[in-house]
């Protein structure tokens, strides 16, 4: 498809269990963002790869999550041991270069709910 | 710390009025900011952009306004439609930076 596609678009699990969510980004682009939005709150930054540097991961809130980029394309954001406050709307993003100047084009999220 | 911060929840207009939706930041390294509209299920699209530079810009039925010495931007929809009842989310980006710091978003209804 021509659009940024995730997957799945709703995951639920039981605490403690790990996750995995995929991304697979619009073909070219080469940055690809991953943000999630928790009841009520805003976007939140959690991790930014560009080409082949090396992953921002400034944002990711624990280390029980990770994500890596294969062949410059796909991503798995992993989430290991959830907790019930990980539940939320993941939702990944490429763009062609800076944001600033390309616009994020955004998937559709997964629904993670941990119960 | 909110970086950005758009303070009403929720704003409700008759069809064919004007809808402003109003956003403040603190980070005054901000350089560009841009609106994105979301609808349920769906992921957040991008409707407009505004550079630091300038106090206005204009797309159709879209403008924002930038005030910065205020640190301030609205976003004005005119006519209001119905199909523009999504959530609006305010973003602002600083120069050198990748990452795009977002409000928590505004439910705008439209009303026919």
């Known amino acids: 498809g021509a659009g940024v596609s995730q997957s799945p678009s709703n995951k639920v699990t039981e605490k403690g269990k790990d996750v995995e969510l995929r991304c697979d980004p619009i073909s070219g682009h080469t940055a690809l963002y991953w943000y999630r939005q928790s009841l009520g709150q805003g976007l939140e930054f959690l991790i930014y790869f560009q080409g082949n540097s090396a992953p921002d991961k400034s944002g990711l809130p624990s280390d029980r999550f990770s994500a890596e980029r294969t062949g410059g394309s796909v991503s798995t954001l992993t989430i290991q041991r959830t907790q019930q406050e990980d539940s939320a709307v993941y939702l990944c993003?490429?763009?062609?270069?800076?944001?600033?100047?390309?616009?994020?084009?955004f998937g559709s999220g997964t629904q993670l709910s941990v119960l | 710390d909110q970086q950005v911060k758009q303070n009403s929840p929720s704003l409700s207009v008759q069809e064919g009025r004007i809808s402003i939706l109003n956003c403040d930041y603190t980070?005054?390294?901000?350089?560009?900011f841009l609106w994105y509209k979301k609808y349920p299920a769906e992921g957040p699209t991008f409707l407009i952009s505004?550079?630091?530079?300038?106090d206005k810009n204009e797309d159709g039925r879209f403008t924002v306004f930038l005030n910065k010495s205020a640190k301030h931007l609205s976003l004005h929809i005119v006519p209001s439609q119905p199909g523009d009842s999504a959530v609006y989310f305010c973003a602002g980006i600083q120069g050198g930076s990748e990452k795009l710091v977002f409000g928590k978003g505004m439910k705008l209804t439209v009303n026919p």
């Open positions: 993003a490429s763009s062609l270069g800076l944001v600033g100047l390309e616009k994020l084009f």
């Open positions: 980070n005054s390294m901000f350089d560009y």
């Open positions: 505004i550079s630091s530079i300038k």
